[in-house]
């Protein structure tokens, strides 16, 4: 009796255990992307372009528009603009426009993060939502949002990014439901942000 009782005891303790590992490696490998396991984007915690930490979770409930911006592209002026245009008419309803800096594509968002980010944007009188730290959206080290968001919506030729400004729609409840071509208007994706809200 007192050994099944040990055993017992031995099998509880190492259920606890093996418990208590896999929710510390969870969390773990969910910091340095474990993208596949994220149920949403609300799994997600980024730096904003003071270097702070931003959860994702912070937006639960909205609809959220995630572009990859840069300053020196010829799609730049257009999307600032259209994108300042989108947050004015559906920001009190409930979007929210995630912008993150990207130099990948020939070097075409040479600003800084910081201050060097917020007066490129004063310049270029863009309102366009929430600003990030420049991340990379492809490649090994793209950032974790970034894997995810493909493998939910990949692309016409396979999911990496083709260029800046490549939008992500996401529903109220965090899940990436559409992807548009850098050269879609951000007026053109009105229609299906209408439909979210």
Known sequence: MAGRSMVSLLFGALAIA?????????????????????????????????????????????????VNIASKCG????????????????????????????????????????????????????DIGEVFAKVNVNGDDAAPLYKYLKAKQTGTLGSGLKWNFTKFLVNKEGIPVNRYAPTTDPMDIAKDIEKLL
């Open 18 to 66: 093996l418990g208590t590992y896999m929710y510390i490696t969870k969390q773990i490998d969910m910091s340095g992307g474990d993208f596949k396991n994220a149920a949403s984007v609300y799994e997600f915690t980024v730096k904003d372009t003071h270097g702070n930490d931003v959860s994702l979770e912070k937006y639960k409930g909205r609809v959220l528009l995630v």
């Open 75 to 126: 799609l730049t002026k257009n999307n600032y603009q259209k994108l300042t245009e989108l947050k004015e008419k559906f920001g009190e309803r409930g979007l929210t426009i995630l912008n993150f800096p990207c130099n990948q594509f020939n070097s075409q968002m040479p600003e800084s993060d910081g201050e060097a980010m917020v007066c490129h944007l004063r310049d270029a009188k863009a």
